[in-house]
């Protein structure tokens, strides 16, 4: 079962910008589908994001596509994900996963 490990997230001004990482204990490229999700304060459900597909596909939830970008480094055995024009309402821990596996998020703070 592939680890993974975030790191990446802070506090930031509203407008401002973050790129969150996602470290696997294997070849990245080797992973179907790899995403990002994340759980607001005081919401008990977790919010799919983005995704990456082994094949280089991408997808985005609406309300981020156009100011978050998804992407991999396969040397690095990382996913990034550039999060640009942050809003409050992007405070969140978020989290990347496979089918199988999560990682244990990292916080972002995005204040007004």
């Known amino acids: 079962q592939v680890q993974l490990v975030e790191s990446g997230g802070g506090l930031v001004q509203a407008g401002g910008s973050l790129r969150l990482s996602c470290t696997a204990s294997?070849?990245?490229?080797?992973?179907?589908?790899l995403t990002w999700h994340r759980q607001a304060p005081g919401k008990q459900q977790r919010e799919l994001v983005a995704?990456?597909?082994?094949?280089?596909?991408?997808w985005y939830n609406d309300i981020v596509k156009g100011r978050f970008t998804i992407s991999r480094d396969s040397a690095k055995n990382t996913m990034f994900l550039q999060m640009n024009n942050l809003k409050p309402e992007d405070s969140a821990v978020y989290y990347c996963a496979t089918v199988t596996s999560w990682g244990q998020g990292t916080q972002v703070i995005v204040s007004s």
């Open positions: 294997k070849n990245i490229f080797s992973i179907p589908v």
């Open positions: 995704r990456i597909f082994d094949g280089g596909a991408t």
